[in-house]
């Protein structure tokens, strides 16, 4: 190996270590760490910042996005790193513990670009989360997540699109007097090894958010005593009927992992009842006694067949049916016996006389006249119910 590859390497080997050195005295220059080891071909640095709370102790903030980058802005500010807590956070030019934590923290850039696609007004294609944008929203940040650590150049995106809008607007620390439900992280809950990201209802202790104002595509505004939580997420991400994690909550009981006994299939009821059960001997009606072994013969079909006579042929007897009735169209002039013996006769119905019109299939018989004799006179009159219904009526009920 050349003198001047060995010096190449042994620079970048010296200028790796002054970084890790410097991020362990400023956190800003973290998301510079994870870029510049990836520029010279090393493996890409990622950093969960819901892992540190995991480790320092306190138990009630095991849900947070991160520490408390209140208490870190503070102690910067004293030490002379920072003129306040704004700069410290972010800063018009992109600078800022904000921005480097968004660069090495895939789950918290995918929440940050999950809550600016909801609350701001952007068109759908200018979303940060673009390929995620089908995805239910309860996975969307999670899925996103993924994506930015199979796909770094897509992380790469979602960076520089936050720090262009964020950076575009005002930007200020303000005091935190109320919110009704956050963002959270739970901790080893995607792929079992990363921090999934989730909504509950949360219970208001105050604190302190940055703030960034857009103008007219709107404001979005992270907790700083949560890692940069997003507040307020109930106006695009209803809370699941779950019970609500607290701002500092508990963390989860473990489920029972005790496996189930496998259920032999051949224990039957015997099995099944204890050994000390009085009866057990005769439970499920105990053994089959006298079992019947003889075998049902099968139905014997006889050996021969007689089929039926079949009916004799019977001539008929002309003007007469095949049952010996008389052909109603047979010898008839017409061609039937009813026009022939019933046309032009009379009848008489009711006192009165009629005339018979058969053949032409025509009524002929005057409906004034039969209406006459059946005028409204002769009808019955109604009964009118007296309403006492004890089987009674009175004749004056009668109209």
Known sequence: MSKSKIFKKGAILSVLALLIVAC?????IRGFIAHAADDIGRDFVVHYFNNDVQDDGIANNNYNFGPNRFEQANEAVKKGDAKDIQEWVATYDGKGDFFESISVDPALCAAIALDMDERLNFPDEDKILIDEQNE?????????HLHFLSDHSYWERAVKLIKERLTSGEITVRELTGYTSSMYMWNNHLEANKPSVIVRESVNSGGHFVEFDLGKPGIVRYRLECGYQPVDTDE???????????????????????PLQPKDPNAGPQAQVPDDTPGKEDFGGGQN????????????????????AAPSEQPREEGKTSDGHQDASTGTESGSRTVDDTNGTTETHGGQDYTVVAGDGQNHTDLGEVQEQHSSDTVEPALKDDGTNQGDLDPSAVE
């Open 24 to 28: 362990l005295a400023v956190p800003q």
């Open 136 to 144: 239910l929203i309860g996975r969307r940040a999670d899925a996103a």
């Open 236 to 258: 695009y991400w209803p809370t699941p009927p779950q019970p609500p994690i607290p701002d500092n909550p508990e963390p989860p009981t473990p489920p029972d992992d005790t």
């Open 289 to 308: 006694h006298d079992p019947i072994t003889d075998i049902t013969p099968e139905p014997q079909s006889p050996s021969s067949y007689t089929p039926p």
